[in-house]
């Protein structure tokens, strides 16, 4: 069977968290409350409603481009992409094709298509009632600000897929602009999978098709798809079978893909300039104060915390995921200073123990710290008997720092410390050891 490898592009949609929706006045926080409450003329598409563009969704998405190092369009337009769906009112959905707010991009060695800014639809809830299956809409998600990103084909295996997503929702955390909650369909994933030989990769020639998955609601849920959806095109073109484009969803019980429609292009969808909304221009100037408003992000944190803190890459990725967990980690290691406690102790306590998890504020946490590894000191005595017998123990290590060579003490300071059984005052130990082999 011939080998193939996964050329993969990702279509990730982030609902912003701005107070009211895209286009309308009305709330944007929908998640659990009753159905069609939160609605007016504009959101249900009701005919003569004028939608007006929400400003905080746009800068939000500004953010998000430049966190990942797009290019800002300076001129902007938002146009219509017509499609016939239960949950779409207007049968058009008000996106942006052609000139998005953010071109390019990328994360490592991922690149970014470009990131624009839509309304979400409406939502299909399928009930049974009395035996009879029937299917209804809420119009609440109606025209909720949508944020979507577009990757090129850039990924061959799930790792770095899973990978890249955990960065795109920490960035949107870190950001401020969205919780990016995939239980709560706050951000949603569709994967673009085609296959092609190790030639065909070495070349950049891409697949003649694309499989769009649709409705991907977690990291193992993506993953467990897209195996199957690799699995199933493998053993089609193993087959002689040519693939169509089509949009497929993911049946977990089975574990199989299965056909939703035939694949759209962009001319299906009979794009046109918006005519109720004005384009947008935005002024150099205006894109460096956004970028300048810009906080810490995840990789800058990352990069701080090795050298600040000089933290082994696991720790700092547990704490750089958990944007309060890391704060308040920095916020533990400033009261720690006064009580001699190192970083390195406070995140091994944080991370092995979670001893932060019964202590709301850092200072509550450094003083049960230093309870714990509060050490009750031998005395003068006691270590310079000690340091007496490693001295004439260790006479090899002795002639090496009469010769020049001072890295040894540090080798003595850990003996004379085993004797004591770790009680010892280090800074006592090095100083009395020092005159003792100065004599």
Known sequence: MKKYIPVIGLEVHIELSTKSKMFCGCSSDHFGK???????PVCLGLPG????????????????????????????????????????????QISQYDLPLCVGGGFE????????????????????IDGEKSSLIDFNRSSVPLME??????FHDTDSIVRFLKEVQMVARYLGISNADMEKGSMRLEANISLSDSEGIEKGILPNYKVELKNINSFKFLEKAINAEIKRQEELLNEGVSIDPETRGYDEVKQVTYLQRSKEDAKDYRYFPEPDLPPMRFTDEEIEKIRKSLPELPAERRGRFLKQYSLPPDYIEILVTDTV???YYEKAVEHGISFNLSAKTIADLMINKKLD????????LIKKIVELTQVEYVGIEETGNAIIEVVGEQKKAVEDYKNGKGEVVGFLIGMVQKKLKGKGDVNLVKESLIKELQK
């Open 109 to 128: 060695d991922k690149r970014l298509t470009r990131v624009h800014l839509e309304e979400d639809t409406g939502k299909l809830v399928h009930e049974t």
């Open 325 to 327: 967990r890391a704060d």
């Open 34 to 40: 009753p159905a069609n409450t939160q609605v007016c």
């Open 49 to 92: 409603a004028l939608p007006y563009a929400n400003r905080e969704a746009i800068i939000s998405t500004i953010k998000f481009g430049l966190a990942f190092g797009s290019k800002i369009n300076s001129f902007s337009k938002f146009d219509r992409k017509h499609y016939f769906y239960p949950d779409l009112p207007k049968s058009y």
């Open 357 to 364: 998890t019964g202590f709301p504020e850092p200072g509550g």
């Open 149 to 154: 990103m577009v990757t090129e084909p850039d």
